[in-house]
């Protein structure tokens, strides 16, 4: 099994940067693909980026492309979502997730989720 905690939101101007981390415990964690998800109020869960279990394969939604990283680091079983240029429509909890398969976008497609961090941006 794989426990997650996120941390890292915050509150942050329009046009800031955050970094997000994703702690895991056991000792599985560099066997899963790693995935960012992000829930705004009144909106369903949505895929946000993705990493394969070496870090070699990664994939974002078109919303975030070109402003958000995701990385990893299987020593540290901790994985990163490095976002920039923020805009008040990034708003929202974000969570973690980890599954055997890389690429998903479903969240039905992953196993394993942390409790989520907020992210507010303000205008």
């Known amino acids: 099994q794989v426990q997650l905690v996120e941390s890292g939101g915050g509150l942050v101007q329009a046009g800031g940067s955050l970094r997000l981390s994703c702690a895991a415990s056991?000792?599985?964690?560099?066997?899963?693909?790693m995935g960012w998800f992000r829930q705004a109020p009144g909106n369903e869960r949505e895929f946000a980026a993705g990493?394969?279990?070496?870090?070699?394969?990664?994939r974002y939604a078109e919303s975030v492309n070109g402003r958000f990283t995701i990385s990893r680091d299987n020593a540290k079983k901790t994985a990163y979502l490095q976002m920039d240029s923020l805009k008040p429509e990034d708003t929202a909890v974000y969570y973690c997730?980890?599954?055997?398969?890389?690429?998903?976008?479903?969240?039905?497609?992953?196993?394993?989720w942390g409790q989520g961090t907020q992210v507010t941006v303000s205008s």
């Open positions: 990493i394969s279990w070496g870090g070699g394969r990664t």
């Open positions: 056991g000792r599985t964690f560099s066997s899963y693909s």
């Open positions: 997730a980890a599954d055997r398969s890389f690429g998903g976008l479903g969240v039905k497609e992953y196993d394993y």
